[in-house]
């Protein structure tokens, strides 16, 4: 038998995501996954502009031939443009989870601290596993990650290799990080010498309140922002893109060289048509898929104040894909509540899955809902079953 290198055998499995633990009822709802609606994914333009390039001689051989490193020019180009920055500092990657490696790989230095949002997208924990398991948890406020703790932290004799949040309806806290705090964050980290790993694949899905801007993150050498078209072209695109500031573009395109080369040339060529076809098709399509997600968030509300009135402590979400209410009466067991909402057929992902520091218990007192890809109707039986289970029925 081959012996496994130490770097393979210290990661763990991924924990915490029910699957893995649980065999729901035939019929469960689940309101898991951050993933688009079916119905908001355009796959009748993605048949066209495929159609397309392997109709067009030219472009379907440069579709088969090696890209260039940090990915097709027009693609780079529209991204640029929609950042407002130099597409010169665009690579693009395979999703959101490779950019975040990219990015640790590229600045974390084994063993190093790395401070993050509590709670957090876990997503990140596994992609830091390799380089560190030091974190500094850092709570997520109702305006953002709390950039003041960062700074006492600091103060105190902390030292750090990156910061990591995600600014735009966070996952799972669905906050926004204001303005103000971009900025602060942004100085803290070019006062001590760390980077920021910005995490935003949720920023176009804004339906309420106002976008708070990443001028600030643009403007630094210090921030890397990562994005994906995972929520609004769809997961299984595995494309998504690093804003990154001028300096760290050789050196991800040399650590490349040695993992993936680059995105699927295929791949690049669809999105590229698909996105560049005209000024108007790709905002249409976020507009469209955004007012579905807004109806879906008012569904779950109303229906969660409604049916468990006083249950939950809920802030409406302004965008993006999840609701993360708070239980309002401690002598609620959320595990409990959980195998009986199961049991019942209503799937969520518990709260204390995203806790950063496990001895805290305030993440463990709420409730991740993902609303995107379920129906009113389904949500209205979701939370007709939730009630259920506060109710103590069973199957
Ligand atoms: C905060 C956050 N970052 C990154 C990702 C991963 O995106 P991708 O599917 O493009 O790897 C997700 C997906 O759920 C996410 O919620």
């Given amino acids: 038998m081959t012996a496994l290198s130490a770097l393979s055998r210290g990661l763990a499995p991924p924990r915490g995501f029910v699957e893995a633990s649980f065999n729901p009822p035939p019929g469960a709802i689940r309101l898991l996954g951050g993933v688009p609606a079916p119905e908001a ?17 030219g472009a379907a051989v440069a579709a088969l031939q090696y ?7 027009g693609l780079r180009e529209w991204i640029a443009k929609r950042e407002d920055v130099d ?20 600045v974390v230095e084994r063993g190093a601290t790395v401070a993050v949002d509590d709670p957090v997208f876990p997503g990140f924990v596994w992609a830091l596993d390799i380089a560190t398991t030091r974190i500094l948890p850092v709570p997520v406020l109702a305006d953002g990650f709390d950039v003041q703790h960062l700074a006492g932290r600091i103060a105190a004799g902390e030292r750090i290799a990156a910061a990591y949040t995600v600014p735009d309806f966070h996952n799972p ?3 926004s990080l204001s303005a103000e705090k971009r900025r602060g964050l942004v100085e803290l980290a070019e006062r001590h010498g760390f980077y920021v790993i910005i995490d935003n694949p949720y920023r176009e899905l804004r339906f309420a309140g106002h976008d708070q801007g990443v001028a600030a993150f643009n403007g630094s050498d210090r921030v890397i922002h990562v994005n994906t078209f995972t929520k609004t072209l769809g997961p299984g695109w595995r494309v998504g893109w690093l804003v990154l500031p001028e300096h760290l573009v050789e050196p991800v395109i040399r650590l490349r060289s040695r993992l993936d080369v680059h995105t699927s040339s295929v791949t690049q060529a669809i999105v590229e048509r698909l996105v560049t076809r005209d000024d108007h098709w790709y905002d249409g399509l976020v507009r469209s898929a955004t007012r579905l997600y807004r109806e879906r968030a008012r569904v779950l509300v109303d229906a969660l104040h409604e049916q468990l009135p006083g249950a939950f402590e809920i802030r409406a979400p302004e965008g993006g894909l999840f609701l993360w209410p708070r239980l309002t009466d401690d002598r609620v067991d959320p595990a409990a509540l959980f195998r009986r909402a ?14 950063a520091d496990p001895q805290q218990l305030s993440a463990a007192r709420h409730l991740r809902f993902a609303y995107g890809d379920r129906t009113p109707d389904e949500l209205n039986e979701a939370v007709r079953r939730l009630a259920a289970a506060f109710r103590g029925d069973g199957p």
């Fill in 41 to 57: 994914l355009p796959a009748e333009a993605i048949a066209q502009a495929s159609a397309e390039l392997w109709r067009d001689h």
């Fill in 87 to 106: 597409p010169r500092r665009i690579v693009v990657t395979n999703g959101g989870m490779h950019g975040l490696t990219l990015a640790v790989l590229t």
């Fill in 173 to 175: 806290a669905q906050v």
């Fill in 67 to 73: 890209s260039p490193a940090p990915g097709f020019a």
């Fill in 342 to 355: 199961a049991a019942n057929g209503v799937l969520y992902q518990q709260g204390e899955y995203f806790a």
